[in-house]
Protein backbone atom coordinates (compact mmCIF):
# COMPACT_ATOMS: atom_id res chain seq x y z
CA UNK A 1 0.00 0.00 0.00
CA UNK A 2 1.06 3.62 -1.02
CA UNK A 3 -0.16 6.37 1.10
CA UNK A 4 -0.38 10.08 0.80
CA UNK A 5 -0.95 13.21 2.91
CA UNK A 6 -1.46 16.64 2.12
CA UNK A 7 -1.57 19.63 3.62
CA UNK A 8 -1.40 23.34 3.02
CA UNK A 9 -4.60 24.00 1.57
CA UNK A 10 -6.69 26.72 3.07
CA UNK A 11 -8.71 30.30 2.47
CA UNK A 12 -6.92 33.21 1.07
CA UNK A 13 -7.43 36.62 -0.58
CA UNK A 14 -7.13 36.48 -4.11
CA UNK A 15 -3.10 37.78 -5.18
CA UNK A 16 -2.02 35.69 -2.20
CA UNK A 17 -0.14 32.73 -1.88
CA UNK A 18 -0.49 29.02 -0.97
CA UNK A 19 1.97 26.13 -0.85
CA UNK A 20 0.51 22.34 -0.81
CA UNK A 21 2.85 19.66 -0.12
CA UNK A 22 2.32 16.23 -0.86
CA UNK A 23 4.25 13.08 1.21
CA UNK A 24 4.01 9.65 -0.14
CA UNK A 25 4.93 6.44 2.03
CA UNK A 26 4.27 2.86 2.63
CA UNK A 27 5.90 0.19 0.02
CA UNK A 28 7.68 2.06 -2.18
CA UNK A 29 10.89 1.38 -4.41
CA UNK A 30 10.77 4.34 -6.45
CA UNK A 31 8.45 6.87 -7.90
CA UNK A 32 8.41 8.48 -11.52
CA UNK A 33 5.98 11.32 -11.83
CA UNK A 34 4.66 13.42 -8.98
CA UNK A 35 1.42 15.78 -9.76
CA UNK A 36 -1.09 17.73 -8.60
CA UNK A 37 -4.95 17.60 -10.17
CA UNK A 38 -7.66 19.89 -8.93
CA UNK A 39 -11.63 19.28 -9.05
CA UNK A 40 -13.74 22.17 -9.05
CA UNK A 41 -17.88 22.02 -8.29
CA UNK A 42 -19.29 20.85 -11.39
CA UNK A 43 -16.13 20.38 -13.01
CA UNK A 44 -13.98 17.12 -14.66
CA UNK A 45 -10.65 17.16 -12.62
CA UNK A 46 -7.90 18.49 -14.21
CA UNK A 47 -4.27 18.16 -14.45
CA UNK A 48 -2.38 21.33 -12.38
CA UNK A 49 0.64 20.42 -13.12
CA UNK A 50 3.37 17.22 -12.86
CA UNK A 51 6.78 16.52 -12.16
CA UNK A 52 9.02 13.27 -13.19
CA UNK A 53 12.09 12.28 -10.93
CA UNK A 54 14.55 13.77 -13.17
CA UNK A 55 12.83 17.37 -12.66
CA UNK A 56 10.69 17.48 -16.10
CA UNK A 57 7.81 19.67 -15.29
CA UNK A 58 4.56 20.30 -17.23
CA UNK A 59 2.03 22.94 -16.17
CA UNK A 60 -1.52 23.64 -17.06
CA UNK A 61 -2.34 26.90 -19.31
CA UNK A 62 -4.55 28.25 -16.94
CA UNK A 63 -1.83 28.32 -14.13
CA UNK A 64 1.46 28.91 -16.06
CA UNK A 65 3.67 31.66 -14.28
CA UNK A 66 2.02 31.57 -11.58
CA UNK A 67 2.14 27.93 -9.76
CA UNK A 68 5.70 26.49 -9.32
CA UNK A 69 5.31 22.51 -8.57
CA UNK A 70 8.71 20.87 -7.10
CA UNK A 71 10.13 17.65 -5.09
CA UNK A 72 12.27 16.15 -2.47
CA UNK A 73 13.06 12.80 -3.88
CA UNK A 74 14.87 11.61 -0.42
CA UNK A 75 11.25 12.26 0.93
CA UNK A 76 9.08 11.14 -1.48
CA UNK A 77 7.90 14.88 -1.20
CA UNK A 78 6.11 16.87 -4.30
CA UNK A 79 4.94 20.44 -3.62
CA UNK A 80 3.21 22.80 -5.00
CA UNK A 81 3.42 26.81 -4.62
CA UNK A 82 0.67 28.95 -5.82
CA UNK A 83 1.30 32.33 -6.23
CA UNK A 84 -0.91 35.35 -7.55
CA UNK A 85 -4.11 33.26 -6.46
CA UNK A 86 -7.19 33.95 -8.44
CA UNK A 87 -10.81 33.13 -7.03
CA UNK A 88 -11.09 30.61 -9.95
CA UNK A 89 -8.05 28.66 -8.66
CA UNK A 90 -10.40 27.69 -6.15
CA UNK A 91 -11.08 23.80 -6.08
CA UNK A 92 -10.26 20.73 -4.19
CA UNK A 93 -6.14 19.92 -4.93
CA UNK A 94 -4.93 16.35 -5.17
CA UNK A 95 -2.10 14.43 -5.13
CA UNK A 96 -1.13 11.70 -7.35
CA UNK A 97 2.01 9.70 -7.51
CA UNK A 98 3.32 6.61 -9.78
CA UNK A 99 5.55 4.44 -9.17
CA UNK A 100 6.87 1.00 -8.79
CA UNK A 101 7.14 -0.66 -5.00
CA UNK A 102 9.14 -4.07 -5.93
CA UNK A 103 7.68 -7.77 -7.12
CA UNK A 104 6.83 -6.11 -10.53
CA UNK A 105 4.23 -4.46 -8.69
CA UNK A 106 3.55 -0.44 -10.05
CA UNK A 107 1.08 1.89 -8.32
CA UNK A 108 -0.78 5.23 -9.02
CA UNK A 109 -2.04 6.87 -5.86
CA UNK A 110 -4.06 9.46 -5.05
CA UNK A 111 -4.39 11.38 -2.14
CA UNK A 112 -7.61 12.73 -0.19
CA UNK A 113 -7.69 16.12 -1.43
CA UNK A 114 -6.88 19.80 -0.14
CA UNK A 115 -9.61 22.26 -0.31
CA UNK A 116 -8.29 25.73 -2.01
CA UNK A 117 -10.46 28.48 -1.46
CA UNK A 118 -9.84 32.57 -3.24
CA UNK A 119 -12.01 34.96 -2.25
CA UNK A 120 -12.58 37.89 -4.23
Known amino acids: QVQLVESGGGLVQAGGSLRLSCAAS????????MGWYRQAPGKQRELVAS???????IYADSIQGRFTISRDNAKNTVYLQMNSLKPEDTAVYYC??????????????WGQGTQVTVSS
Open 26 to 33: GNIVSINV
Open 96 to 109: NTDGYRGSYQWFSS
Open 51 to 57: ITHGGRT
